[in-house]
């Protein structure tokens, strides 16, 4: 009986491989010493269970309640704890790997794995690599050590032998490598033609250096050492060595290769969502023309119609041209030339001047006529001259003047609009047409460009952008994918 009065299940060193306990009430159940293999416990309460020393293989948890459980020194190989609730579960000295899978044999996951086939192939590796390099030591200690100049003739020739077999087999599987790949489909047959070509091919090499260089050392090393066994050993007992390199130095190309290429495809997808963010940012913050602005300007249209009709036809047409300007263009079309965007400042300042009359003096200029033919972020300027209009001239009982000037000076390209009106004050907070011009610039320039206010030596807002972030600019047009 548990604390609440309630029956303890006790299953203590029991086999239950492949039972359904789903959605059962086992709180406080006793399952240590058990195999448990392939059990479902999904939505199980389990709160308080002893699952000690238990074989949970491929056992599933799915949502259930684990609190408190114990869970220590048993085998958890792929298990499934999706939705489980393990606060306060003990997990002490348990093995949480997944199971070794051919299909997904790789060097990551050589790495990765902690099973038994993991540490297998890690202690094989480890062995092969040791074993390895302690003949390079005994055979250098040899010749350095020997006294007996036959057999430091014999042994320099045999490292010599091995290092340009080694030297050869490397660049020969390198030169295979792209032939490999691009005309066998099957990874075994790959390591199966490579085995053959390095074999025979290095055979070839061993035997040309043997005929070469060896024959006098070998023949009076075996006159002097007739009893040593190792003269004995068939000449294919030499040839693993170069086979396993080989397809040791293909398999971990091709592995490098794998990675390199996830990565990189990783890289391109982050890439191009940054893009699309930027996108989707920019859309937002294509300018739109102001409502406010819509109204005035159809009001002043009404009041028109029957006191000066000719005037409201010019007010109507301009405005229908502006819109034309707005909404003619694709949206996904970020940049367009200066000369554009004075045509539509120059547009727009004649529909205010109709309204404000003889209040509005405007005047554009630009210091040289190449300029205008550069690429600069659209609706970047009609929401600066917005802002002088509604912060300045609107302000104004006497006749205002905005003045529009394009210049560059020390490789940065300005755009100025002046006016008249009262200066900006200390505390002024953007408002959404300057903040969206503000983004756009970060969002297309970075740190390559800046909005400033000024009220010395006289009322400014100024955008400058460095002429060389420009000039990219209009080199890379489809930066931003459409």
């Known amino acids: ?111 990765q794995n902690q099973g038994w086939m993991g540490t297998l192939v890690a202690v094989i590796l480890g062995a092969t690599i040791l074993y390895g390099i302690n003949a390079i030591a005994y055979f250098t200690a040899e010749i350095y050590f020997t006294d007996e100049p036959v057999r430091i003739k014999l042994y320099q020739y045999l490292v010599s032998q091995n290092v340009t077999a080694g030297v050869f087999t490397i660049l020969l599987t390198q030169g295979l490598t792209l032939w490999l790949d691009v005309f066998i489909k099957r990874a075994f047959v790959k390591h199966l033609i490579l085995s053959v070509i390095v074999l025979v091919f290095n055979n070839l090499l061993s035997m040309a250096i043997y005929f070469m260089f060896g024959v006098s050392l070998v023949s009076n090393y075996r006159a002097m050492y007739p009893n040593e066994s190792a003269q004995n050993a068939p000449w294919y007992w030499y040839m693993w060595g170069p086979i396993v390199v080989a397809n040791v130095f293909y398999f971990l190309s091709r592995e490098g290769k794998q990675i390199s290429r996830k990565i990189s495809d990783q890289e391109y997808q982050l890439l191009n969502l940054e893009k699309l963010k930027t996108r989707a940012e920019l859309d937002a913050l294509q300018a739109r023309i102001n409502p406010h602005f819509l109204y005035n300007s159809l009001n002043s249209i009404a009041s028109l119609v029957h006191e000066d009709p000719d005037k409201a036809e010019e007010m109507t047409l301009l405005l229908s041209k502006l819109f034309r300007y707005t909404t003619g263009r694709k949206t996904n079309d970020y940049f367009d030339t200066i000369n554009n965007e004075l045509e539509m400042v120059a547009t727009y300042l004649q529909v205010e001047k109709v309204r404000f009359g003889d209040r509005l003096k405007f005047t554009v200029e630009v210091t040289d006529p190449a300029l205008k033919e550069l690429q600069v972020p659209k609706f970047i300027l009609q929401p600066i001259v917005e802002n002088a209009i509604k912060h300045g001239i609107s302000k104004m009982a006497e006749q205002g003047e905005i003045i529009v000037m394009i210049y560059e000076k020390d490789e940065w390209l300005h755009l100025c609009v002046h006016d008249n009106g009262p200066g900006f004050p200390d505390t002024m907070g953007a408002g959404y047409g300057m903040r969206s011009v503000q983004d756009k610039l970060k969002l297309l320039y970075g740190d390559e460009a800046r909005l400033e206010l000024h009220n010395e030596p006289r009322k400014s807002v100024n955008i400058s952008i460095q002429r060389t972030a420009i000039e990219h600019n209009n080199q890379s047009t489809h930066a931003i994918p459409s």
């Open 1 to 111: 009986m548990d604390d609440k009065g309630r029956k303890r299940l006790r299953m203590t060193a029991s086999s239950l491989d492949g039972r359904d306990f789903s959605n059962m009430d086992l709180e406080n159940a006793d399952f240590s010493f058990s195999s448990l293999k392939d059990i479902n416990f999904d939505g199980a309460n389990l709160r308080n269970a002893k699952l000690r020393f238990s074989a949970l293989d491929r056992t599933t948890f799915r949502n259930s309640d684990l609190r408190n459980a114990d869970l220590s020194f048993s085998s958890l190989t792929d298990v499934d704890l999706t939705g489980a609730k393990v606060e306060g579960a003990n997990f002490s000295f348990t093995s949480q790997e997944k199971s070794f899978n051919w299909r997904e044999f790789s060097l990551i996951g050589i790495i």
